[in-house]
């Protein structure tokens, strides 16, 4: 039986991603600088092009964002400030979150990473 779990696709992140950023009420570059990635990089999470990895998803967790909610669009889009992670402990927690996900969860996760990578690879390859 296939996967159909939100995690598996890309399009719910990028959902998820520009709703944060319109909720924050940040342009593109401003929310690229707070979650300390490329600003041509947080287009193309919005765009579904590609999906945000873990320093990016360190940084959201440090800014006070579920980073559960970001891939699976559980629980609420922030996280208390007491709860809030820094530095290692927002990989310590984004690692926990992801211990949660199903074996299946993870492999559609990784697949569509790796899908999107492959595509991206080819277009550079070609331009």
């Not at 400030?81 to 990784?110: C, H, K, N, V």
């Not at 569509?112 to 390859?125: K, M, P, Q």
Request: hydrophobic content about 35%; charged content about 30%; some cysteine.
């Amino acid at each position: 039986m296939e996967n159909h779990t939100e995690i598996s696709t890309s399009s719910g992140i990028a959902e998820r991603l520009r709703e944060l950023r319109l909720h924050l009420g940040y342009t593109q570059k401003q929310m690229a600088a707070a979650a300390k990635a490329k600003y041509r990089s947080w287009q193309d999470y919005e765009c579904g092009k590609n999906v945000p990895g873990g320093r990016v998803l360190a940084g959201l967790a440090e800014i006070g964002i579920n980073v559960n909610w970001v891939l699976t669009g559980e629980g609420d889009m922030r996280i208390a400030p007491t709860e809030m992670p820094s530095g290692d402990a927002a990989l310590q927690s984004i690692q926990e979150q992801l211990d949660r996900l199903s074996e299946e969860q993870l492999r559609a996760l990784a697949d569509d990473a790796e899908a999107r990578l492959e595509r991206l690879s080819r277009e550079v390859t070609n331009t």
